[in-house]
């Protein structure tokens, strides 16, 4: 059986170690992408969770949450996002968008490895 997986549309150095430790932990596999295409692609082999930085100036993060909630055979994986917390309207957006979880950075942090346990079906 094959690992579950996890794609994160993540630039910021310090949350991709960050993930994939919690993910390693979890015993998922997790693969950061660095385009909309990308991530849009590696979707169709039904990730469990993808997570989008929403401050990711290399993809337009909320288009790609869009595009992908728009896809009546990607919308049913789990969207998590993740931003500052002083950015209300851009989070308020990305709910629209729909993601399925919209987190401040330091919550997206503190809970991380509960939130990959999760859809790892660890309990």
């Known amino acids: 059986m094959h690992k579950k997986k996890v794609l994160a549309a993540v630039e910021d150095l310090f949350f991709t170690v960050k993930i994939n430790d919690a993910a390693k932990r ?4 997790v693969e950061f992408l660095k385009s909309e295409k990308d991530v849009l692609d590696r979707a169709k082999a039904n990730p469990t969770l993808i997570i989008v930085d929403l401050n990711n100036a290399a993809i337009q993060p909320l288009k790609l949450i869009t595009k992908l909630k728009g896809n009546s055979d990607l919308k049913q994986i789990s969207v998590i996002s993740y931003l ?16 399925d979880m919209v987190l401040a950075r330091s919550a997206f942090s503190q809970n991380l490895s509960q939130i990959l346990k999760r859809h790892a079906g660890v309990r």
């Open 84 to 99: 500052s917390h002083v950015q209300g309207e851009l989070k308020q957006k990305a709910h629209e968008a729909g993601a």
């Open 26 to 29: 979890a015993g998922l596999d």
